[in-house]
């Protein structure tokens, strides 16, 4: 005798259970399929939106290069040139090398009546910010010594930290940022130099001496009622004097990681300073850049020398 | 004992409601409803189903907190999830459930299919209230719980 199997309550109930089984299977295969294309759709999505906004930043960034490019053409069109500055003395150089395109460490030269006027200008900071207040400074050095017509270096400074002070901080918001400087009036005639600095020194080289003269130790406009100190140089037969911002000094490198260092970059100075300028400017270059190998420029580099 | 027998017997829960692909269970004191996935697809009626059997949990013992566990889970159904957001969340919000955690499988590709679905859901019901609901991710029952006690 045989059973027919068929159509037995348990084989139509194990159907249906298959069945049953098979229909969630199949529903969770298009929901998987379905999820797929959803998270495909959502990271093309997201994709189009990053290519968006990397397209945006692009921009952007093009403009602000654009706009820093013309800004360093408008800070270039008021450094002094080497041939200004090379007529006025025996000889000379102006070495800088801003940390960015334009930045807050600026030279100065002018000529006024018996006199001219050079300057290393730092300002705090870099970049953007030191550009404008060290174009504000230049301007205001303009102002006090042509127009005003002070003459005296102590003054000049003194006068330029107050207007300095007073129009950074005149707004409703107080500004922390300021400079330092080493300013040099040199009389044409008597080729006496007279010098003030804002916490920037003086390095005067003559046959057989050297000397770091220090400057008076505030910044312009750090406060109002700071007075800057005038100091008088005389030497004898050729004398070189040289000016520069914290920037070489306080910048990384060597084997060991430390800084430049002041004392490193005198004793540079008065190894070379036979030499004539342009080759003093072309070591000087090349021993930083070789000092500073793969650390980053941390701040502008400005020397200025002159030899009367 | 799996991870979840483990925690929820630790933590002293109570079973509520059971079908083949969920469960939810709950600790009066603590106030805290979980629902556990016990397959890698819950069916749109049977998600339907232990959902509906979670709300009466909340209503039933004033639960202000609730843990979805889906580790087990490896697909869901997109109208599943848009019923569980806009309709369901939306009445238990009206019952005072507000604070949600969800565990979710360890998959990274589960997780962006989680996030694409969600965002299709903010994008097709931009008036629901899920901004009112908290949401947090978190790794098991008892980081829940920590967060909830702390």
């Known amino acids: ?308 | 004992m799996n991870k979840f027998k483990e925690e929820i017997t630790n933590t002293k829960f109570t079973e509520f409601y059971s079908n083949n692909f969920g469960r939810c269970v709950y600790n009066k004191t603590l106030r805290i409803g979980v629902c556990e996935s016990l397959d890698q697809y819950i069916p749109v009626d049977q998600f339907m189903d232990i959902f509906l059997q979670c709300g009466e949990m909340i209503k039933n013992y004033d639960l202000k907190y609730f843990i979805f566990d889906k580790r087990a889970l490896r697909a869901f159904h997109q109208p599943s999830m848009e019923w569980y957001y806009i309709e369901w969340k939306q009445d238990m919000l009206k019952l005072g459930l507000k604070d949600h955690f969800k565990i979710l499988p360890n998959e990274d590709w589960f997780k962006k299919c989680v996030e694409a679905g969600r965002a299709e859901i903010a994008r097709d019901y931009p008036e629901s209230l899920l901004d009112q609901i908290n949401v947090t991710y978190v790794n098991s029952i008892q980081e829940a719980i920590d967060q909830i006690q702390s």
């Open chain 1, 1 to 308: 005798m045989t059973t027919d199997l068929k159509n037995s309550p348990v084989q139509t109930e194990t159907a249906d259970q298959m069945r049953k089984e098979l229909t969630v299977l199949k529903e969770r295969i298009n929901s998987q399929q379905d999820m797929l294309e959803r998270t495909t759709g959502f990271m093309s999505q997201i994709q189009s939106s990053l290519e968006q906004s990397k397209q945006k930043v692009e921009e952007k960034n093009k403009e602000t290069f654009d706009s820093m490019r013309y800004a360093e053409r408008l800070q270039q069109a008021i450094l002094p040139s080497c041939d200004e500055v090379n007529k006025a003395f025996i000889d000379s150089f102006i070495y800088l090398r801003q940390c960015e395109i334009i930045g807050g460490d600026l030279a100065y030269f002018i000529e006024a009546e018996d006199s001219y006027f050079i300057a290393a200008i730092d300002c705090t900071g870099h970049g953007i910010p030191g550009a404008m207040i060290s174009m504000m400074a230049h301007s205001l050095l303009d102002e006090i010594i042509m127009q005003h017509l002070v003459f005296d270096p102590g003054h000049i400074l003194t006068e330029l930290n107050r207007m300095l002070f007073s129009a950074l901080n005149g707004g409703k918001k107080e500004i922390k940022d300021g400079l330092d400087i080493s300013l040099c009036r040199v009389h044409k005639d008597t080729k006496k130099v007279s010098f003030s600095g804002a916490r920037r020194p003086l390095l005067h080289l003559s046959i057989g001496a050297s000397e770091l003269i220090k400057a008076t130790r505030a910044s312009i406009a750090e406060n109002p009622d700071s007075t800057f100190e005038t100091i008088d140089i005389e030497g004898e037969g050729k004398n070189k004097f040289y000016m520069f911002s914290d920037g070489i000094p306080d910048q990384f490198g060597g084997p060991k990681g430390k800084k430049f260092g002041t004392k490193r970059l005198v004793s540079l100075i008065s190894e070379i300073k036979m030499l004539n300028m342009k080759k003093q400017s072309e070591i000087i270059t090349n021993t930083i850049t070789s000092w500073q190998a793969n650390e980053p420029q941390i701040d502008d580099n400005l020397i200025i020398g002159f030899c009367i």
